[in-house]
């Protein structure tokens, strides 16, 4: 749903690590869940 409604849409690690790097931040671990969606643990760089 969130998806559909606001655009959103999956993203790479590659992707997520350009997105926050672009805002200052940078990832300090990739944390699997277990499920389909895994959590990102980042810090101001």
């Known amino acids: 749903n969130m998806l559909v ?3 959103g ?3 790479t690690k590659g992707e997520w690590r350009a997105l926050l790097a672009s ?3 940078r990832i300090t671990r990739l944390l699997p ?3 389909t ?3 990102i643990e ?3 760089a």
């Open 37 to 39: 969606v895994g959590l």
């Open 23 to 25: 805002v200052g931040l």
């Open 42 to 44: 980042a810090e101001f």
């Open 9 to 11: 849409r999956e993203r």
């Open 5 to 7: 409604r606001t655009g």
């Open 33 to 35: 869940t277990g499920m």
